[in-house]
């Protein structure tokens, strides 16, 4: 299996895989790869959180021609694991160090050959289209050779289906999950996200700290489309993963100055299942709540990438930032996303770890501060 992830969370994903049990056979940007069954995938997209998707290796094959290509993907049972009376979805790429061929052939190619297969053994082909809403397939072609992945995720697992609504520039809730895994936020010290915006952090801190599954919001996965798809089994993950949830025992705190952003982030957390969990506040920067000891303050301010504040505004809010962090994370730690590369050094603190994530295209800075309290 290829299970990838935003550039940057490859380390905290490889320690998910470890944490459920899975061995990493290899890693390189974006992806991490393991060895498993189908049912390992449906269990891989219940529990992680910073993964994009589960891709199941079906087979590679050499390729170097568009004749190739056709018969290598023709050549495949396809019958037996897709259905017609579900959609077909055909994504296509190349490896970083491949060039020259149209990724839009090579996934329109690869249909071609999967419909035309089926048409053949079962006298009609299934329907197709642009969106993944039924069983999707990844082809990858990489150093003159083509991998071909069922993709058993579909619409990528950052989108959990608790945010149903956002204010501008939201997080995506794998790289919110990222920020508080990679720091080592384990839900046993206080949690508080001042600028919550849509409250994605809080909302998955509340997740880690009950336990709880982050695909049991979803309402499909690709893998549900398959042909022979194991539902009993997948139920019984399901049941497995909500008796694991446990009660939430330490404080988590999400403010904004905005009333409308803590209205949306709280009911996207009573989407969540987490809306209780959480105490929510309109406040200011320097008023929001802070309960100890050592607390947690993470934070998702603006990069100046959309709403484009002056850069004077940009350098006082930063400016207050570390001094909010210096007055009131006594013993905690203070993790911060900026994708404002210059203004990452303006927050007035001794930087304790720095890492480079993408935020979609948005290249970010995310800088950790040990927080030892007023001089």
């Not at 590679?60 to 290509?69: C, V, W």
């Not at 491949?98 to 006298?123: Q, Y």
């Not at 008796?243 to 905005?258: G, K, L, Q, Y």
């Not at 948005?362 to 040990?370: D, L, P, Q, S, Y």
């Amino acid at each position: 299996m290829a299970v990838t992830c935003a550039r940057g969370l490859e380390g905290v994903l490889r320690s998910e895989l470890e944490g459920l049990g899975f061995a990493p056979a290899g890693e390189a940007p974006t992806v991490v790869e393991v060895c498993g069954t189908l049912r390992d995938c449906m269990r891989l997209n219940l529990w992680l959180r910073t993964a994009h998707r589960v891709l199941w290796l079906w087979k590679e094959f050499p390729a170097r021609s568009a004749e190739d290509l056709y018969r290598g993907v023709a050549g495949l049972p396809w019958e037996e694991v897709l259905r017609l009376d579900q959609p077909l979805n055909v994504r296509a790429a190349n490896q970083a160090d491949e060039e020259g061929v149209s990724t839009a052939w090579m996934a329109l190619k690869c249909k071609d050959a999967i419909v035309d297969r089926m048409r053949v053994r079962l006298g009609r082909r299934p329907d197709s289209g642009s969106t993944p809403k039924g069983a999707c397939v990844f082809l990858l072609r990489s150093a003159g050779r083509f991998r071909l992945y069922l993709d058993t995720t579909g619409v990528p697992l950052s989108f959990r289906g608790y945010r149903q609504e956002s204010v501008e520039a939201p997080l995506r809730e794998s790289l919110a999950a990222g920020l508080l895994l990679a720091s080592g936020w384990t839900g046993r010290t206080p949690l508080v996200n001042p600028m919550c915006g849509s409250g994605t952090i809080a909302i998955e801190g509340a997740g880690i700290a009950s336990r709880r599954a982050p695909g049991l919001q979803r309402s499909r996965f690709a893998f549900t489309s398959l042909r022979g798809f194991p539902r009993e089994e997948w139920e019984q993950l399901r049941e497995a993963a909500r008796r694991e949830v446990r009660p939430i025992r330490i404080p988590i705190v999400a403010a904004d100055w905005s009333r409308e952003a803590v209205e949306i982030a709280r009911r996207n957390a009573r989407r969540a299942g987490v809306e209780n969990a959480i105490r929510f506040e309109v406040a200011e920067l320097d008023a929001t709540p802070v309960p100890g000891p050592r607390p947690w303050i993470v934070l998702n301010p603006e990069y100046g990438h959309r709403t484009r504040p002056s850069a004077e505004e940009l350098e006082e809010l930063y400016h207050r930032i570390g001094q909010f962090l210096r007055r009131h994370g006594q013993g905690g730690r203070g993790v911060i996303i900026t994708g404002h590369l210059a203004l990452s050094r303006r927050f007035g603190l001794k930087l304790a770890r720095k890492w480079t994530v993408f935020n979609g295209p948005i290249e970010c800075r995310v800088v950790e501060f040990e927080l030892s309290g007023p001089e």
